[in-house]
């Protein structure tokens, strides 16, 4: 049977980066059946944009919410989405075009596999890691997702700009409302893949799943990784 594939797309005040991400999700060799950008109340801009797509025939629509941060826009999209697969991307990002065949063919290969996630190709750092998504005994946890190289392998997290999940799986656990922070909201990764690999479920990264990751500013008061110190999303 042919999946049914949705897309979140988180998005506040990004109309731009957004505009060029739904293009690329447009241009995608194996189409979105179903594509949920999640919005801010108050973001009138980033609905406009969601109209013209969906105007040009594009399958997106918005699920609005009026809570601050990443985790609420990702659930309000979870929520609106009716996929057998579920995968997410930031604004900031352009998927290539095979970027939800290869998710797919991952996905069938194996039973076991809960989710699939790739590369995240970042404008300035550039290099090629061995090591991605790992979270070791201790607590530290080695990302390196946007510089993983070689075959795809088996790890411990997966990152929310290039990442898909079984959709059951993904609504059974969905986003932690618990983690602080009004905007990016940082590592909440953690508590949708850490419960999945204790319940025995697999997550593959293949760096050829890959996505253009433009790196925007973000609009809010969570500028931390963003080259400005921030005391309050950093405590966070």
Known sequence: MRPHVSVLVP???RADALQRCLAALAAQSRPADDIVVGVRTDDDATVAIVEAARAAGLPVRAASTATVGVIAAMQAALDASTGDIVALTD????PRPDWIAGVLAHLASAADIGGVGGRDWQPVERGNASRVG????????IGNHHLG?????????????????????LRAV????????????????????LPLRRTGWRLVYDPQIAVDHDIAPRLDADTIHRGVFAEA????
């Open 11 to 13: 998005s506040y005040r």
């Open 91 to 94: 604004d900031d990002a352009r």
């Open 134 to 141: 790992i979270a070791q005994w201790f607590g530290r946890v």
């Open 149 to 169: 190289d070689g075959p795809p392998r088996d790890v411990d997290i997966l990152k929310g700009v290039n990442c898909a999940f079984r959709g059951p799986l």
């Open 174 to 193: 969905g986003f932690d409302a618990r983690l602080r922070g009004a905007g990016a909201q940082m590592y909440w990764e953690l508590g949708v893949c």
């Open 233 to 236: 999303p950093l405590r966070d």
